[in-house]
């Protein structure tokens, strides 16, 4: 996991800060101090990145942003990251000005997807994890971008760790966060992924149960060729990795 790195900046006070004078009685006599701020008392205050306009690295190859970064003056940028792939974010009314600018430079995934409480975005979760997965495994690097890179594409990315690394939703909010902390997924995005927490740790026991339960009983069984089957099937499933990650 990444940490969070901040600067601090030095901030001089208000000029009328500093003029001003305050009384104050002494504990100790009753007597009166004057205490004035002047030029040389500094604040510090810890400052954070204005990450609102800018793609961030959530995962090793796994950018959020918004679409001012995905626009046609920051292909410099674009291509400074090493971007491959982008997962443009939308809806019918945005199509007009929210849209691929180089389709034939990167491979895009478009979704239509309204930034509403009552949209059904977890159908959009699979196919999104299906496109980054194939995009890392050819060792691509992929931006996810909506309008303003705070709801619709940061559900989606907080879905995909939710799955890829088997992490609760509270776990993946925090960690996508840290690293672009103006996210804020609408109420009704928040109860589905909730939802999905539930959804996907259910399959993954499943499969994870099947493959305990089916391996070791093909074996003590000793029927001939059950250790093959075995292992044609492992060679097929990788086979079907690799198709989707060349297909995207």
Same mark, same amino acid.
């Given at each position: 996991?990444? *940490? !969070?790195?901040? #600067?601090? =900046?030095?901030? /001089?006070? #208000?000029?009328?800060?500093?003029?001003?004078?305050?009384?104050?009685?002494?504990? &100790?006599?009753?007597?009166?101090?004057?205490?004035?701020?002047?030029?040389? $008392?500094? @604040?510090?205050?810890?400052?954070?990145?204005?990450?609102?306009?800018?793609?961030?690295?959530?995962?090793?190859?796994?950018?959020?942003?918004?679409?001012?970064?995905?626009?046609? /003056?920051?292909?410099?940028?674009?291509?400074?990251?090493? +971007?491959?792939?982008?997962?443009?974010?939308?809806?019918?009314?945005?199509? #007009?000005? +929210?849209?691929? $600018?180089?389709?034939?430079?990167?491979?895009?995934?478009?979704?239509?997807?309204?930034?509403?409480?009552?949209? #059904? +975005? +977890?159908?959009?979760?699979?196919?999104?994890?299906?496109?980054?997965?194939?995009?890392?495994?050819?060792?691509?690097?992929? !931006?996810?971008?909506? $309008?303003?890179?705070? /709801?619709?594409? &940061?559900?989606?990315?907080?879905?995909?760790?939710?799955?890829?690394?088997?992490?609760?939703?509270?776990?993946?909010?925090?960690?996508?966060?840290?690293?672009?902390?103006?996210?804020?997924?609408?109420?009704?995005?928040?109860?589905?992924?909730?939802?999905?927490?539930?959804?996907?740790?259910?399959?993954?026991?499943?499969?994870?149960?099947?493959?305990?339960?089916?391996?070791?009983? *093909? @074996?003590?069984?000793?029927?001939?060729?059950?250790?093959?089957?075995?292992?044609?099937?492992?060679?097929?499933?990788?086979?079907?990795?690799? =198709?989707?990650?060349?297909?995207?």
């Amino acid at each position: 996991m990444w *940490s !969070l790195k901040t #600067n601090c =900046t030095v901030c /001089s006070a #208000n000029p009328a800060a500093r003029k001003h004078r305050y009384r104050a009685r002494s504990r &100790a006599g009753g007597g009166r101090m004057v205490s004035r701020m002047d030029e040389d $008392n500094k @604040l510090q205050f810890p400052s954070l990145p204005d990450t609102k306009e800018d793609l961030l690295e959530i995962l090793p190859g796994l950018f959020l942003g918004p679409y001012s970064s995905a626009m046609k /003056s920051k292909l410099p940028i674009l291509e400074r990251h090493g +971007i491959t792939h982008i997962v443009c974010v939308r809806q019918d009314i945005e199509a #007009n000005f +929210i849209k691929p $600018n180089f389709p034939h430079m990167f491979r895009y995934l478009v979704l239509d997807i309204a930034d509403n409480p009552v949209e #059904n +975005i +977890i159908r959009f979760f699979p196919m999104t994890k299906e496109f980054i997965d194939g995009c890392l495994a050819t060792e691509g690097k992929v !931006l996810v971008h909506g $309008n303003a890179g705070i /709801s619709r594409s &940061a559900a989606l990315v907080i879905a995909y760790l939710m799955e890829t690394f088997g992490m609760k939703y509270r776990e993946a909010f925090s960690h996508v966060q840290e690293r672009r902390f103006c996210i804020n997924p609408n109420v009704g995005f928040v109860h589905q992924l909730q939802e999905y927490e539930a959804i996907y740790l259910a399959k993954l026991t499943i499969k994870r149960m099947s493959v305990q339960l089916d391996r070791p009983f *093909s @074996l003590q069984a000793g029927m001939p060729g059950s250790r093959k089957r075995s292992l044609e099937e492992d060679e097929d499933f990788g086979g079907m990795q690799v =198709t989707a990650a060349q297909n995207g």
